[in-house]
Every structure is written in C-alpha cells, then in structure tokens.
C-alpha cells in the first residue's frame, strides 16, 4: 500500500506522517506532498517519499498521486478557495483509480449549517458523487486553536467570545493526526463518516479555568453578544466580511456544532485523547 499525504508541510498532514511511522507504516511506502517540496526535506530525511502537489495545479496532482492506492486529502485552509481545489484533487483520485480517500471535514458538515460548513459540506457532496471510496473524517476545533486566546489572556485575564455556553470537544492536532493514521491504515473503514473530537466537552468557563492553570492567574470567560464581538473584532482591524465570519464561527459553537462526544476517536487510536490542559501547555511551550 501507498498512501500519499496532501499539505505534509503543514501542522496536521506532518503530524498524521509521524503517526504512520509511528504505527509501522515502511517510510518508502508514504508520500508526503506540499506545494513547497522544500519544506519536506525533515521528512525526505527519514526516508519519506516528497512530491509536489499544489491543489490549484491539477499536472501536480496527476503526476503525485501516480501508483498511489490510498489518499490522505487535508482541507485547504482558506475560505472561499477550498473546494476548487478539493475537487481537482478528487477528479485525479478518480483517474488514478485510488481505492481510499480519506478527507478532513468540519464537524456535522452536512446536518449543520455555520460560517465553516459549506465548503466542507460541498467537498463530501463531490466525493459522494465521484463514486471513491472513501472515508471522511470530521475533526473537532483544535486545542491549539486557543493558543492566542490564552496568549492574551496572559496580560489581560479574560478570554472573550460570543459562544454563550457553548460546548466544544476540542481535541489536539496529534491525536486527530493518530486517528488519521488509523483510517489509513487500517481495513474496514471505507464509508464511514466518523466525528472526531476529544473525551470531554469544554464550555468556555472550563477553558477559562484551563487558561488560568496554565498560566498560573485568573482568567475570566467574558461573554460577548454577536454585535458586540463582531465590533472587537473591527476595532482590532478586521474588515466587514471577515469580522462577521469569525464571529458566525461563534454563532455555530453557541448553537452546539462542536458539541457531543461519542468516543469514536479515543476508541480508534486505542487511548483516551490528550486532556485539553496538557494540550494546551504543550502547545503553549
């Protein structure tokens, strides 16, 4: 088997190639993909196979996924150009006769409709009607996503947001990157659409007091309304459009999208996922 990593230059792809090696997978038989090879080269120096695959360029696509069976498809990470280029490379899976997909959503993509879904909703949608095999994986916020929160809040002691009580199975980047490495790796999976997020649900008081361990200070929740997070984020220097798509992301925490824990992580990666406070403090240091 050859499995072949979109965006291993980035946080989540690196992360899921350390976990195929970690779990056994031979470094000859992954290819780690960026649009920059040159930021492989940490990973070409433990053996892993390197290409260029630039999601925008569908000759990168063709020419990498060339003899590969099974494809890791990280999203692309900005809004409002992700699908164009999901789709080329799933036209080119297609072409290539790949025999898995695997793909990173966002959480209840197709049964919630928030700032961040329609993308990944639209994504899943192309992969259904390809006809791939496939395996999607909806991965809840990151714990490192609070790392500017807490950052902040190390001088001011508050953390603001417009998540009224608002549950989030935040999760850290390496055990969803484990997960990942599972589905790759193992038999059984194709047609399952898994959520993935931690063992344990956060309302923004539990991160608050998280914060506050962390940093060894109080650090308050301050709940803000959307109008009023919309007009923080202006007068911090965000324009309009970008304002209002932070504060919707808010919006669909406060309306429960992250919310709900199922297990289905911890149980696949054999182990309970990273509590959010080690999490935090490692992504901190």
Do not use: C
């Amino acid at each position: 088997m050859t499995i072949l990593v979109t965006a291993a230059s980035g946080h989540l792809g690196s992360l899921v190639v350390d976990a195929l090696l970690r779990r056994g997978a031979p470094a000859e038989s992954i290819v780690a993909t960026a649009r920059d090879t040159a930021k492989l080269a940490p990973l070409a120096e433990r053996g892993v196979r390197t290409a260029e695959l630039d999601y925008e360029r569908p000759d990168t696509i063709a020419a990498a996924l060339d003899g590969v069976d099974t494809v890791l498809l990280v999203s692309g990470s900005e809004p409002g150009k992700r699908l164009a280029g999901h789709r080329n490379v799933i036209d080119a899976a297609v072409a290539a006769g790949v025999a898995k997909l695997v793909y990173t959503s966002a959480p209840k993509a197709t049964t919630f409709d928030w700032a961040l879904g329609a993308e990944h909703r639209a994504t899943e949608e192309a992969i259904a009607a390809s006809g791939l095999p496939a395996v999607i994986v909806r991965n809840n916020w990151y714990v490192e996503n609070y790392v500017a929160d807490v950052q902040r809040a190390a001088d001011s002691g508050v953390i603001a947001a417009s998540v009224g009580d608002g549950l989030v199975a935040a999760v850290t980047r390496a055990d969803l990157a484990d997960g990942a490495a599972v589905v790759l790796l193992e038999d059984g999976h194709l047609g399952q659409v898994y959520e993935f997020g931690g063992d344990v649900e956060l309302s923004y008081d539990d991160i608050a007091a998280a914060a506050a361990e962390v940093l060894g200070r109080e650090v308050v929740y301050a709940r803000l309304s959307t109008e009023e997070h919309v007009a923080a984020l202006e007068a911090a220097g965000l324009d309009a459009g970008t304002a209002g798509f932070v504060a919707g992301l808010d919006t669909g925490i406060r309306e429960g999208v992250l919310a709900g824990v199922d297990g289905t992580l911890s149980r696949l990666i054999g182990r309970p996922t990273t509590p959010f406070v080690e999490g935090l403090r490692s992504a901190l240091a």
